[in-house]
Antibody, heavy 120, light 107 residues
Framework: QVQLVESGGGVVQPGGSLRLSCAAAGFTLSGYGMHWVRQAPGKGLEWVAFIRNDGNKNYYADSVKGRFTISRDNSRNTLYLQMSSLSTDDTAVYYC?????????????WGQGTLVTVSS | EIVLTQSPATLSLSPGQRATLSCRASQSIRSYLAWYQQKPGQAPRLLIYDASNRASGIPARFSGSGSATDFTLTISSLEPEDFAVYYCQQRSNWPPITFGQGTRLEI
């Protein structure tokens, strides 16, 4: 069965950096686009970033463009999100989510999430 | 950016009743709309994709309809486990992908 397991969350100071990982199992990662979606405490869902199955196309939300970088290592079945210049507005649970296909824009499986807290 | 507006914000019903949740898009998104269910402390779960297609393993009491700008998620007879927050999400002409603000379905 499909499993997505995020890690790397924690507490970081404003202006700091953090790298999240998402380990994928139960499907061939190289066949699917992947996304990061976040949810601030008590708030709704916000799409953050996408990477195509081959890693050659990325998209970002305006709120993170220039600060976050999505990447993947299909040989390690792992998705990443490098976050820098973090602010308190980036405090959220970060979910990795599998695209329905290579780039459909719907999410058929989600990880359990990892909490990022930006605080001094 | 396409804005999705969900209504009502909160829906109070009882088990066995029918639930009707709405999602309106700021411009036509054809049928490129999905619905997700989220329970406290859990990740969202895909219920419906492309407006009316049930995802794998989703009970038949969940159905979706609509096109262009107006969409509906219907739960025909509420079970206790259906009380949760529901989000709509569009994938028309993305990026960006956007979500509605959610409807809380409560007892």
């Amino acid at each position: 069965q499909v499993q997505l397991v995020e890690s790397g969350g924690g507490v970081v100071q404003p202006g700091g950096s953090l790298r999240l990982s998402c380990a994928a199992a139960g499907f061939t990662l190289s066949g699917y686009g992947m996304h990061w979606v976040r949810q601030a405490p008590g708030k709704g869902l916000e799409w953050v970033a996408f990477i195509r199955n081959d890693g050659n196309k990325n998209y970002y939300a305006d709120s993170v463009k220039g600060r976050f970088t999505i990447s993947r290592d299909n040989s390690r079945n792992t998705l990443y999100l490098q976050m820098s210049s973090l602010s308190t507005d980036d405090t959220a649970v970060y979910y990795c989510a599998k695209d329905f296909g290579q780039a459909t824009g719907h999410f058929d499986y989600w990880g359990q999430g990892t909490l990022v807290t930006v605080s001094s | 950016e396409i804005v999705l507006t969900q209504s009502p914000a909160t829906l109070s019903l009882s088990p066995g009743q029918r639930a009707t949740l709405s999602c309106r898009a700021s411009q036509s998104i054809r049928s490129y709309l999905a619905w997700y269910q989220q329970k406290p402390g859990q990740a969202p779960r895909l219920l419906i994709y492309d407006a009316s297609n049930r995802a794998s393993g989703i009970p038949a009491r969940f159905s979706g309809s609509g096109s262009a700008t107006d969409f509906t998620l219907t739960i025909s007879s509420l079970e206790p486990e259906d009380f949760a927050v529901y989000y709509c999400q569009q994938r028309s002409n993305w990026p960006p992908i956007t979500f509605g603000q959610g409807t809380r379905l409560e007892i």
